[in-house]
């Protein structure tokens, strides 16, 4: 079955660089959600979208932004790179926008902050 | 406001041991679910169950087993006869309709460690 694909999978960056990362969904999943995961810790949300809109949004820094397509797929702006930025970004899509939907996780960006 | 509490945050057992992950959630809503992820040392998130809060019925599926008690806003995990595989960090979470009520809210993990 399709999963979730995110790229890139690992991506250095110095710090005040930019970087987008991208999530595709699974087909027929009109949801994506955004969590960031630092090292040894849980994922917390950042923001999500539902039929193009944002639906939610959570402790994204205002250096981020992120939007969907039409094709559903959706982009994680990160500007002014920082330190603490360093960390496991994931993608998840869900059907509808229940918001009690099961979430499917890709398999992460590993970003690092030089 | 939402909340998910994984007490033990490591444990460590040898092969065929069976090994119980526990979770405990506070939530005001009434309608809800509750999932539990896998998060292997590759570090992607694997969804292993989602359950309703209407719906006690404890499950098994093969090594795996889930205890859901409402009384006790718990819902404890499982493994049976657990092999090095089973290796990996485990997160509890939570979905309800109040606040933001598409983000999943997260358990801080317990990583498992089974020896051979």
């Known amino acids: 079955a399709a999963g979730v694909i995110q790229s890139p999978r690992h991506l250095i960056k110095e710090k005040r660089e930019t970087a987008t990362l991208k999530c595709y969904p699974i087909?027929?999943?009109?949801?994506v959600y955004w969590y960031q995961q630092g090292p040894g810790q849980d994922p917390q949300f950042l923001i999500s979208?539902?039929?193009?809109?944002?639906?939610d949004k959570g402790s994204i820094p205002d250096r981020f932004s992120a939007q969907q397509f039409s094709d559903y797929h959706s982009e994680l702006n990160m500007s002014s790179l920082e330190l603490g930025d360093s960390a496991l970004y994931f993608c998840?899509?869900?059907?509808?926008?229940?918001?009690?939907?099961?979430?499917?996780f890709g398999p992460g960006t590993r970003l690092l902050v030089l | 406001a939402q909340k998910v509490t994984q007490a033990q945050t490591e444990i460590s057992v040898v092969e065929k041991e069976d090994v119980t992950l526990d979770c405990v959630y506070e939530?005001?809503?009434?309608?809800?679910?509750l999932f539990w992820y896998k998060q292997p040392p590759s570090g992607e998130l694997v969804f292993l169950i989602r359950?309703?809060?209407?719906?006690?019925q404890n499950e098994i599926s093969g090594r795996y087993s889930w205890n859901f008690q409402k009384s006790t806003s718990s819902f404890n995990f499982t493994i049976t006869a657990s092999q090095v595989v089973d290796s990996a960090v485990y997160f509890c979470?939570?979905?309800?309709?109040?606040?933001?009520?598409?983000?999943?809210?997260f358990g801080s993990g317990t990583q498992l460690t089974v020896l051979p």
């Open positions: 087909p027929r999943h009109d949801t």
């Open positions: 998840a899509s869900s059907p509808g926008l229940a918001g009690l939907e099961t979430q499917y």
């Open positions: 359950r309703n809060s209407f719906d006690e």
């Open positions: 939530t005001r809503d009434t309608t809800y679910y």
């Open positions: 979470a939570l979905s309800a309709p109040s606040g933001s009520a598409r983000q999943l809210t």
């Open positions: 979208f539902y039929e193009k809109m944002q639906s």
